[in-house]
Nanobody
């Protein structure tokens, strides 16, 4: 059974940085895809970033390009989302999710198979 646990959220001032972690277990294959999503109060869940271990591709939604970076450490079964230059509009619950065997050209929640419980990021102005 795939399990995903997010950590690293918290309260930060605008312009600050956080690094989110998504620790995965139960993977039986290497062609995983990890997506980061976020959901702000009263808004729909949106795809933020994606990493595909199938081909190494990454994806970022336009609003985070140049500020967020997704990386992975296979020795720790962990995918990270480094978030720099945070803005109040980045405030949301951030979720990681897993799927299999596709390149990251876009990330859609409907394509993901397993989800973590989320970690809250609050950016104060």
């Amino acid at each position: 059974e795939v399990q995903l646990v997010e950590s690293g959220g918290g309260l930060v001032q605008a312009g600050g940085a956080l690094r989110l972690s998504c620790e995965a277990s139960g993977f039986s294959r290497d062609d995983y895809v990890i997506g980061w999503f976020r959901q702000a109060p009263g808004k729909e869940r949106e795809g933020v970033s994606c990493f595909s271990n199938l081909d190494g591709t990454t994806y970022y939604t336009n609003s985070v390009k140049g500020r967020f970076t997704i990386t992975r450490d296979n020795t720790k079964n962990t995918v990270y989302l480094k978030m720099n230059s945070l803005k109040p509009e980045d405030t949301a619950v951030y979720y990681c999710a897993a799927a299999w065997s596709f390149p990251c050209t876009v990330v859609r929640s409907g394509a993901m198979d397993s989800w973590g419980k989320g970690t809250l990021v609050t950016v104060s102005s």
